[in-house]
């Protein structure tokens, strides 16, 4: 074990970080279907077993209760929509829930061959049932329901029922594509999109009109043909993919971050983290039946279009004007492969939202744009007060490791100069949806604000404690902070924002409390070493948690995340994203406090500032809508029972359109007044533009567009009144002469 090789990755919600370990190769070029060898197969499941127990920050024993705990892992993925197995095939396959530990070891697997051959026969069964289900069209004027949370629902208790299950399945499927297809038809031409290579508009190709007739017989076709090539895809799954799922039920139990990358997904991984794939810029995964999108990535095409949101369920995608392909129930790997494409083409999204509106997002494929991302300000002030407040908006915590000019601490320092130089009397800095980045920016960014001292604690997985500290004892920046957070909040902004709350030199204005992703992973590359490279490059990597962090007070930033000081309304509170909410989640805990200096230039009324800003919230028509709005929601999500009768779909279209129509959000506060800092926007437009020409054509509308964003953002209007009352509170009071 001691000669394998590990990398750390720098995606998602981790943070780049991992002491005195070399990087490995980057990419297995000639990765490809693994080699059907079971002496690579016992290999791969004795390296696993050992580098979990060894390496992972829980220290979990591979044995019969992990099994155990696996193998209810392993039927999820198999079977996760409960649509293919009877109850009879899961009493078969529980024979087997205490052996997953033993069958690593001894090379054996004879739960995936079993399940393997369960699968493949409800396969033929689900055929089958397509085969007699679309000879005739579908009625919709019955009163069927269908239950869409796996949770809610019951493995089928015989093949009768499981064919009957099925027919329902493919005539939800078939009245979810006719309707779509109404969307298209009433989509009107005109719309226009921006495109992302060119800040101009473009024209989308007009639908082909189709008769209601038309639209029936081609939702009819094309969800049939749908089926039948999810199912051969089933058909054609063999060890190889059950293996996949057998080791990735195994390390789920250690933590959602902790996953084996098999050879021939690890070159997609290998791509995603070089930052240079072109698509959309959104995180997906699996839910069931379906693809939900988990996180939009700050700088991309889909960031930038703004309509698609976390926890949107896309349901199909369609290349431009073309006809669209159906996701549901695709794995999410093949849903990518149609959402990916090359830069400058286009995609059409057609999503389902949680109030259950249906929309058509077409977004311009594209490299995600690195300068999107980097730090911009600007000062703001409302038209009756005289307390300017500087903002600084930091997407993600970027470094470039290869060319150190590029990097957030420096950039954010610059804005802070800026922001200085205009005599603004408070700072905002926004981390909203920054999901971390590099742990080297935390540390460093950290000491703008508080000089030399502690920033963040790491434990290892041998339980040895390293503290990371700013070495600089200068003070960039001294006076009153806000840092703004919401659950999108993760690791890096995470450190940052509890330092500054622990050492009393912000107030933390959000929602209840951040992401909580407080661990790092590393990746062990499993084609090191001379036993190993007999094999080839296909021996695939592991993602393995290695370390926990915690702030400077002992208190871990794992699960919990980070407390707001002042808690706003959150337009994203109705989504289940965070680390609380994933199954196996490291739990939080607490170690020593590292001893440390408290700000002692001024401190904040904090219950004085939670008592005005909740006077003011209650009174804010906006803040009012937002907590409807997510009421609205809440409920609607618990709706999961769904009608297969089109008169009552349609009718329940019609009312959440209404609702997502009253609760609009994209009001402006007209007395909200921004100044636009043209160097700090040109500072990173310059670096992503080469024609200069085309450069300055599109600063005017980028600059009104971040305007009119900042006017429309109910949380940061809220935080400048709470930096005018921090002000106030701090100036000293005039005394009469005596």
Request: glycine residues 6%; positive net charge; contains cysteine.
């Amino acid at each position: 074990m001691k000669r394998l090789l590990f990398y750390f990755v720098l995606t998602g919600l981790s943070i780049s970080y991992l002491p005195n370990i070399q990087l490995a190769q980057a990419k297995d070029s000639s990765a490809g279907k693994e080699t059907k060898d079971p002496r690579r197969e016992k290999l791969i499941g004795n390296i696993l077993k050992n580098a979990l127990e060894t390496y992972h920050y829980r220290a979990l024993k591979i044995n019969d209760e992990v099994s155990q705990k696996s193998f209810t892992q392993y039927l999820k993925k198999i079977d996760g929509s409960k649509q293919f197995l009877t109850k009879g095939d899961i009493k078969e396959l529980e024979a087997y829930q205490f052996d997953m530990d033993d069958e690593m070891v001894n090379g054996s697997y004879t739960l995936i061959e079993k399940s393997l051959a369960i699968v493949k026969k409800r396969t033929a069964l689900a055929e089958a049932a397509r085969k007699e289900a679309f000879k005739k069209q579908f009625d919709f004027n019955g009163v069927e329901q269908v239950e869409v949370d796996p949770e809610k629902r019951d493995w089928a208790k015989d093949e009768n029922l499981l064919k009957d299950n099925w027919m329902l399945i493919f005539k939800q499927a078939t009245l979810n594509k006719y309707l779509s297809l109404i969307d298209e038809q009433s989509d009107k031409p005109s719309k226009v999109i921006k495109k992302v290579t060119q800040k101009s508009t473009k024209k989308l190709a007009p639908v082909k009109k189709l008769t209601d007739a038309e639209m029936r017989a081609k939702a009819h076709e094309s969800v049939s043909k749908r089926f039948q090539k999810i199912f051969d895809r089933l058909a054609k799954e063999d060890r190889d993919d059950q293996l996949d799922n057998f080791y990735n039920s195994v390390t789920a139990v250690f933590d959602p971050h902790t996953t084996y990358l098999p050879a021939k997904k690890k070159e997609d991984f290998d791509i995603d983290i070089t930052g240079k794939l072109e698509g959309i810029g959104a995180v997906l995964q699996e839910d069931g039946s379906y693809i939900k999108v988990v996180q939009v990535v700050p700088g991309g095409p889909a960031w930038r279009q703004k309509d698609l949101e976390a926890d949107d369920t896309i349901l199909a995608v369609s290349q431009g004007s073309g006809d669209s392909v159906d996701l549901t129930d695709m794995k999410v790997d093949d849903a990518v492969r149609y959402i990916r494409g090359k830069k400058g083409t286009e995609v059409r999204l057609t999503v389902k939202k949680v109030d259950g509106t249906r929309k058509i997002i077409p977004i311009m494929r594209d490299e995600i744009e690195v300068a999107a991302s980097f730090a911009k300000s600007s000062v703001l002030q409302y038209k009756d007060s005289d307390t300017r407040v500087g903002y600084i908006q930091l997407p993600k915590f970027y470094r470039d490791f290869e060319n150190s000019q590029i990097n957030c601490t420096d950039d954010v320092r610059k804005e802070l100069e800026r922001l200085k130089k205009a005599n603004v009397d408070a700072v905002v800095l926004d981390l909203r949806n920054n999901g971390g980045g590099a742990l080297e920016d935390a540390r460093l960014m950290s000491g703008l604000f508080i000089g030399k001292g502690p920033v963040v604690q790491v434990k290892d997985h041998t339980g040895k404690i390293e503290v990371l500290e700013n070495e600089d004892p200068s003070v960039f920046y001294d006076g009153p902070l806000i840092v703004l957070i919401n659950r999108f909040s993760a690791s890096a902004s995470e450190i940052l924002a509890g330092a500054m709350q622990d050492y009393g030199r912000a107030v933390i204005i959000g929602g209840d409390f951040s992401h909580g992703k407080g661990t790092v992973q590393a990746v062990l590359n499993l084609n090191q070493g001379p036993l190993l490279s007999m094999f080839g490059p296909t021996m695939g990597a592991l993602k393995v948690t290695i370390q926990k962090f915690y702030r400077v007070t002992g208190a871990s930033t794992q699960y919990k995340g980070v407390t707001s000081d002042i808690v706003l309304p959150d337009i994203f509170s109705y989504v289940e994203s965070r680390e609380k909410d994933l199954e196996y989640s490291l739990p939080w805990d607490q170690i020593a406090t590292k001893p440390f200096g408290k700000w002692s230039k001024f401190t904040y009324n904090l219950p004085l500032l939670k008592e005005k800003s909740s006077g003011r919230v209650k009174t804010n028509p906006r803040f009012n809508k937002i907590i409807k709005n997510v009421e609205y929601l809440n409920k609607k999500k618990k709706d999961t029972l769904v009608s297969l009768n089109l008169k009552q779909v349609q009718g329940e279209d019609v009312q959440n359109k209404k609702m997502a129509e009253e609760l609009k959000m994209d009001e402006e506060d007209k007395n909200l007044l921004v100044t636009s800092f043209e160097d700090s926007l040109k500072a990173h437009e310059n670096i992503r533009a080469a024609d200069m020409k085309k450069w300055a054509k599109d600063f005017e509308q980028r600059k009104d567009e971040w305007v009119k964003s900042l006017r429309q953002d109910v949380v940061l209007e809220e935080s400048v009144m709470v930096a005018n009352d921090i002000v106030k509170s701090l100036k000293p009071k005039k005394t009469a002469s005596k």
